[in-house]
């Protein structure tokens, strides 16, 4: 399927219909990750898939710092073109603060969230202390030495060897982005407030998948999170940070189920007046 391009992000969309899932990737991604997910939801729903600000082909924004908050608005604005109104928003890592920050601010134009290795709690002050590390290193050396350590590290460790092939493409790609990206990037999480109240206010269904070896997402600090939702559901899986290359079948069958328990319950169990 042809990317298009959709106010300030380039797009793939899939699909069609007025039941429309929206898959965000994460940090140093862009919307291949999710590849294996793609058909076999567009059988059911309208996929769309963006490349957030800097990654894939959307641009960096030459007017202004990139930020979780800005991301959620240019989502909101791609969307909006395409006359989406009510999506189902799923998140990878970052993209899951991405889906949060939309959460936020648009909660009239959110039919579920979901969450897929992803968290509302902030940065502690050691995370942020890396990330200022990560921008000063990317902006003084470029990205292929960070990321070829990056990556790797987000498989679970018994993992790695098999996904191997998998590991070097995601490497192969990440390593294209400009350091400014990324740097810009890591920034905006850096920077990212605790949005735990936005998930205690929703008013629509919570997706969590939860990697039990995450070793980006505690397993205690999801364990934490997971009663904040009115109404969630929770995967907890044995997979690192990366349950779309780890576990695909069962990520996908999770993500699946939520997305049919959303758009085809007609209402029965909603949580909306």
Known sequence: MP????NSLALRAEGQGNKTVVLIHGFCEDHR????FAAPLASRYRVVMPDLPGFGQSPLPTDRAVSIVGMAQAVHAALQSLGIERPILIGHSMGGYVAL???QQYPEALAGLGLFHSSALPDSAERQQIRTRVIAEVRANGVADYIQNLVPGLFASDHRAAHQPVIDELVARASQLSPEAVAQAAAAMRDRPDRQAVLQK???P???VVGKADPVIPLAASL???ALAPDSTA???????MGMFEAPARTLAAIETFCQSVYDSNGTDSLLP
């Open 3 to 6: 990317i298009i391009h959709s």
């Open 33 to 36: 990750i999710w590849d294996g």
């Open 101 to 103: 920050a939309y959460a």
């Open 202 to 204: 929703l008013l629509v």
């Open 206 to 208: 919570v997706l969590w």
């Open 224 to 226: 934490a999170q997971l």
């Open 235 to 241: 995967h907890l899986l044995a997979v690192g940070h």
